[in-house]
Every structure is written in structure tokens, then in C-alpha cells.
């Protein structure tokens, strides 16, 4: 029997992608698509030849936080072409495909797998130096297919992303030993929101709740007597705990695990809006709150 035409085509279509990375996360909804959307604008703004393959084949988020919302791909002698952000930043994703953004994929493995082995196969990135696979989250049937195409082809490792609650950091756990077992580096772990961090001059509401469950609004106040009495201060950022991380956090859970922790991006409205409006964080100083913390993350990887 010879070799499985599948792998020689994937390993062809690989052989000029220089590095790969997996971004995972135990649970769905800790920024595991932001920051997969962040990393490849930031690779992209160091003049890296960038492509980011979205296989969260039932929850497509990147076409969006990329701006290509309604894009479709194109089809050519040389196979899928990505839809393009930048010359060097391509994207692919089971999101471009579908007719209305509302519509549900409800497929079972099979397919699924099917999927994947095609956006591998027959998505033609040509000479890039990253490829960062934005996964589902958990550990499913997507993960398997992943790990079984690449692997053979070389996988630069995975990074993790969390918040710092204890019931998120057990499926953490589970991702770092799904790594461990079918050989996966795990580049780092990155703990995200923890804690709603924002300069005093950008806070948008702070309101008083009174006994009776109504609430006055007292931001406008606060930040004109803030402006008349000590302007000095509206730069200040202010951080407040948003989630419970008192058992360590995410940092404590990669000491333990023997994995590199890659430090925390807070909660930061600005990177929230970037993400919906498909914008990059690192133009403009829109994020200054969380750009600089995702910034010295991707210096680390
Ligand atoms: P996941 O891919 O893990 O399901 P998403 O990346 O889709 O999670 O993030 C869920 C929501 O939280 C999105 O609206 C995203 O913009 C927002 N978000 C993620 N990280 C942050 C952050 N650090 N600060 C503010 N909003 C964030």
C-alpha cells in the first residue's frame, strides 16, 4: 500500500508554509478567535507573509474580527484562494461559504473532517512565513483532524487561551495534556480578561445602584470634576478583578503543568470594538489598554 495521497497532497500544500500555530482554549468565549485575529494583524504588521485558517467549523467568528464579512473565495487553477485583509494577512474560513451569517453548520465528524482535510489540501497560500489555525474549543473531532494532517508536516506548537477562573483552567488542563499526548508543543498559555482594565478619561459608565434596584449614572460627573480638579489622573488607568483568579490564575496552573505562561490581556472595551469592527489593535493606539499587553505576548512566541 502507498503512501495516503491525502497526506503527500497536505504535505505539498505545507511545504511552504514556514511556521504553524494552533491557537486552542478549553471553553468557547474567552478570546481564543480575538486573539487569533490580533496575532495574525500583529505578524502581519512586522511584514510576515501571514495566512489564518478558521476551523471553528460551527461558530465561524474571523471573517468578522478580520473585516471580511459578506467575502466569498474564489476558486483557480491552483486551488482555494484565501480572501484577502492585506497583500501579506490571507484568510480562510468555513465562514466565507456560507450563504447568511445566521445559518447553523450542523454537521457530524465526518464532514467536518472532510472540511478540514480540503482547507489543507486545496487552499492555495502560497509562500508564507505564519499560518495560525484559529480551533474550535475543547478537544473534538476538529482537533483530531488538525493535529493528524499536520503533524507529519511539522507543527510549530499551540497557544492557549483563557481567563483566570479555576472552571476554565480545568479544561485548560485538558488541552495542555491533549498537546502532551499526540505530541503538540504547548508554545504558552494566555490569560485573557483578567480584570477590566481602562484609563478614567475612557470609561463610559459607572453607576450607582441604589437599594431599590434603580441606578443614577454619575459618570459625566465624575469625570468633569476628575477635569477640573485633577486632570492628571484621567490617564490613569484603573483595574478592577472581574473574575475569581485568588487560586493563582492561569500563571499558577502552568507552574504546575510545567508550561510557559505568556502573561494576561485585560478586559479592554476598546479591543472588544475593534474585534466587531474587524479592525486591527495595534493601529492608531486604539487599544492602548490591552495592544501593548498582546504586543509583549506575540514577542514571546
Ligand atoms: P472565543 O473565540 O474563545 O469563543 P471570542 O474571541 O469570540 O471568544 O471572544 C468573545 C467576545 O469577547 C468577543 O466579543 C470579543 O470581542 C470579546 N473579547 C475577547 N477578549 C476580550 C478582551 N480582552 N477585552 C474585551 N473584549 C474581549
Redesign the pocket.
Known amino acids: 500500500k502507498g503512501p495516503d495521497p491525502d497526506l503527500v497532497a497536505i504535505a505539498e500544500r505545507m511545504s511552504t508554509v514556514k511556521h504553524k500555530i494552533l491557537v486552542l482554549?478549553g471553553?468557547?468565549?474567552?478570546?481564543?478567535?480575538?486573539?487569533?485575529?490580533q496575532l495574525s494583524f500583529a505578524l502581519a504588521g512586522m511584514d510576515h507573509q501571514v495566512g489564518l485558517m478558521d476551523i471553528?467549523i460551527c461558530?465561524p467568528?474571523i471573517p468578522k474580527?478580520l473585516g471580511l464579512e459578506g467575502q466569498e473565495i474564489h476558486q483557480s487553477n491552483f486551488g482555494w484562494s484565501p480572501v484577502y485583509v492585506e497583500d501579506n494577512l490571507g484568510v480562510m474560513s468555513i465562514g466565507f461559504m456560507l450563504p447568511n451569517s445566521d445559518d447553523a453548520v450542523i454537521w457530524r465528524g465526518p464532514r467536518k473532517n472532510g472540511l478540514i482535510k480540503q482547507f489543507l489540501k486545496d487552499v492555495n497560500w502560497g509562500e508564507i512565513d505564519y499560518l495560525v489555525i484559529?480551533a474550535p474549543?475543547g478537544t473534538s473531532d476538529e482537533h483530531i483532524s488538525i493535529v493528524q494532517y499536520l503533524l507529519p508536516t511539522g507543527i510549530d506548537g499551540a497557544i492557549i487561551?483563557t481567563t483566570p477562573q479555576e472552571v476554565s483552567l480545568i479544561d485548560v488542563r485538558k488541552e495542555v495534556s491533549f498537546c502532551k499526548k499526540v505530541g503538540v508543543p504547548v508554545l504558552g498559555v494566555v490569560e485573557?480578561?483578567s480584570g477590566l482594565s481602562q484609563p478614567l478619561k475612557d470609561v463610559k459608565f459607572m453607576k450607582l445602584l441604589t437599594e431599590t434596584g434603580s441606578s443614577i449614572d454619575v459618570t459625566k460627573d465624575v469625570i468633569s470634576c476628575l477635569r477640573e480638579n485633577a486632570p492628571e489622573l484621567l490617564n490613569v488607568v484603573a483595574c478592577s478583578e472581574v473574575f475569581d483568579s485568588s487560586a493563582g490564575g492561569a500563571e499558577r496552573m502552568c507552574k504546575e503543568m510545567g508550561v510557559p505562561f505568556l502573561g494576561k490581556?485585560?478586559?479592554?472595551?476598546q479591543?472588544?470594538k475593534a474585534?466587531?469592527q474587524g479592525k486591527s489593535c495595534f493601529e492608531d493606539n486604539k487599544c492602548s489598554v490591552?495592544a501593548p499587553a498582546l504586543k509583549s505576548i506575540i514577542q514571546k512566541v
Open positions: 482554549s471553553k468557547g468565549g474567552v478570546g481564543k478567535s480575538t486573539f487569533s485575529a471553528d461558530g467568528s474580527m484559529d474549543p487561551v485573557n480578561m490581556v485585560p478586559l479592554d472595551p479591543l472588544c474585534a466587531e490591552s
